[in-house]
């Protein structure tokens, strides 16, 4: 019974660290900017790709597979160095040239938008790749079991996971909690006029979190790569799962946000454990109960809150 509880624990919160990665973005750039952008499923993909050509040299189909095997094989630990800060930059890019003229438009224009974005890129990707899944090789000190507790043994790298993702949102609040820049973002996001008269240019830290986003996007892309099959439609998968997490937890709020990604891993978990064809239906109906009841989500608010 206790070994049964223990295993899953560490599976509903490996689960729920990579839908939490991705809705966390979301959710700060919907909560700071007002910003609806489905694309943010294209970052995720983006990073489990873009870690797999730097760690590896798969063998892809595609217009590349001509060329294959291809890739850098730096191996894992320079991917997770590297995949947050490319998708870092992506995202400095995508808010300059794709976000930033449509803050004013409406959220129907903006999700047509970033949806398009979204399918854009997953063909583009599909065409360079092929639609074949590929998975990530685990490096050794990555692979294997450790004792819990010394009743259950766990999968090492689903606790790596788990540690990376809460290190990653300690971090982002203490981004929020303690920096200028956080500071500006949570005061740009209550009042921006009056924050532009203080002399703040508010674009700035706005950029910033939009970039962050992106770069957690890609963290849990590479991580969510090494636990499921990475193929072009992963993006589209995991954007409307994220989607319900922001929407359960409430719209700008970090804490709804993980509350909100846990109960997700623990309900997709517990339902894949009895019943699997039924484990993303699962998510849906615990969003009709939690919005049934409490529609604003369980954080809900208008304005980014740690």
Do not use: C
């Not at 047509?112 to 974005?117: A, H, P």
């Not at 004792?147 to 788990?162: E, F, K």
């Not at 636990?227 to 998968?237: A, K, M, N, R």
């Amino acid at each position: 019974m206790i070994e049964s509880a223990i295993r899953f624990v560490y599976l509903s919160l490996s689960i729920a660290s990579v839908y939490i990665l991705v809705a966390i973005g979301f959710s700060i750039a919907y909560g700071s900017l007002k910003f609806v952008n489905m694309a943010h499923g294209a970052l995720y993909l983006l990073g489990a790709y873009i870690g797999l050509f730097i760690a590896f040299e798969p063998t892809v189909g595609g217009t590349l597979g001509n060329y294959s095997p291809i890739g850098l094989a730096l191996g894992f630990t320079a991917a997770i160095v590297l995949v947050p800060i490319i998708l870092f930059g992506i995202g400095v890019v995508m808010e300059r040239l794709i976000a930033k003229p449509f803050y004013e438009r409406d959220m129907l224009d903006q999700l047509l938008v970033t949806f398009g974005i979204l399918i854009i890129i997953q063909e583009l990707v599909a065409v360079l790749v092929g639609r074949g899944g590929l998975s990530y090789a685990r490096p050794d000190w990555a692979t294997g079991a450790v004792s819990v507790s010394g009743i259950v043994s766990a999968s090492r790298w689903r606790l790596i996971v788990i540690a990376l993702t809460a290190l990653f949102l300690i971090l982002l609040y203490a981004f929020y909690k303690y920096t200028d820049f956080g500071l500006a973002v949570r005061a740009g996001t209550e009042d921006a006029e009056m924050v532009e008269m203080l002399g703040i240019k508010i674009s700035r830290p706005f950029a910033l979190i939009f970039a962050i986003g992106a770069g957690y996007a890609g963290l849990a892309g590479i991580l969510g790569g090494s636990i499921f099959t990475v193929q072009p439609e992963i993006g589209l998968d995991i954007l409307i799962p994220a989607l319900l997490v922001v929407v359960m937890g409430g719209v700008g709020s970090i804490t709804g946000t993980i509350l909100a990604g846990l109960l997700v891993g623990a309900t997709f978990t517990a339902t894949a454990s009895v019943y699997p064809e039924m484990a993303t239906a699962s998510i849906f109906l615990l969003a009709i109960i939690v919005l049934s009841i409490k529609p604003s989500g369980l954080f809900g608010t208008d304005e980014v809150v740690a």
